[in-house]
């Protein structure tokens, strides 16, 4: 089994920075590519970024230029930092990973992450 565990949510003012990270444990035989979506109440879960294996990034373009994704192969770790927050990017935030369990055959499939909440407000 694989788990991801997210943490470093919270409330944020406006123009304010944040910084998620999300840790993947278990049965792991290699990472392909990891990302973060979020979700806002009454709203459809969405790409915000995602980073694969060899550092390609792709990111929404409500936050090119704001959020930077990056991970840490060796701890199986992905980040995101979100500088200048706008009340819009309040939505909770989750992790998801490509995770291969096993080499042969080789089998991978999506993990997602528990949830966290980003708040940005006043």
């Known amino acids: 089994q694989v788990r991801l565990v997210e943490s470093g949510g919270g409330l944020v003012q406006p123009g304010g920075s944040l910084s998620l990270s999300c840790a993947a444990s278990?049965?792991?035989?290699?990472?392909?590519?990891m990302g973060w979506y979020h979700q806002a109440p009454g709203k459809q879960r969405e790409l915000v970024a995602e980073?694969?294996?060899?550092?390609?990034?792709n990111y929404a373009d409500s936050v090119k230029g704001r959020f930077t994704i990056s991970r840490d192969n060796g701890r199986n770790t992905v980040y995101l930092q979100m500088n200048s927050l706008k009340p819009e990017d309040t939505a909770v935030y989750f992790c998801?990973?490509?995770?291969?369990?096993?080499?042969?055959?080789?089998?991978?499939?999506?993990?997602w992450g528990q949830g966290t909440q980003v708040t940005v407000s006043s």
């Open positions: 980073i694969t294996s060899g550092g390609s990034t």
């Open positions: 278990g049965n792991i035989f290699s990472i392909n590519t």
């Open positions: 998801n990973a490509n995770v291969a369990v096993t080499r042969i055959p080789y089998y991978a499939r999506d993990y």
